[in-house]
């Protein structure tokens, strides 16, 4: 699995003129998933994004994470994380298939869930307009399979 993760003061996610996610102050994530991502690369990485602490401190560090600071979670589905970008037109053979993705990406979700957060979704494999508002700016790529 794969996850590019902004600090956001806000985001939302459009389908088809309608809002149907929305969060103030927390993550934005970008979620890949991979062929061979087990249920395990789906906990643990849930587990390393919740207890993330890029949040500023009273003194300006980055030392608070996401229930310090009362954030939330936008999770998005992105296939193309994992783009064969040899050539000039990107192939997605590593990406999951839907019937493994969709059951990793609701495990994902509901392992954010568990951990106590409010999390807002898009909807799996629909086209989507994610807009953010990058806090920071700070932005970070997290690999399970590194």
Known sequence: MRAVITRVSSANVEIDG???????????????????????????????????????????????????VGGSLLIISQFTLYADTKSRRPGFTTAAKPDVAI???????????????????????????????NEGPVTIVLDEND
């Open 18 to 68: 309608a809002v149907v996610g929305k969060i103030n102050n927390g993550f934005l994530v970008l979620l890949g998933i991979k062929d061979t991502d087990t249920r395990d690369n789906a906990v643990r990485l849930a587990s390393k994004i919740c207890n993330l602490r890029v949040f500023a401190d009273n003194e300006g560090k980055m030392n608070l994470d996401l229930k310090a």
């Open 103 to 133: 059951p990793l990406y609701e495990l994902f979700i509901s392992e954010c869930r568990n951990a106590g957060f409010t999390v807002e979704t898009g909807i799996f494999g629909a086209m989507m307009n994610v807009s953010s508002v």
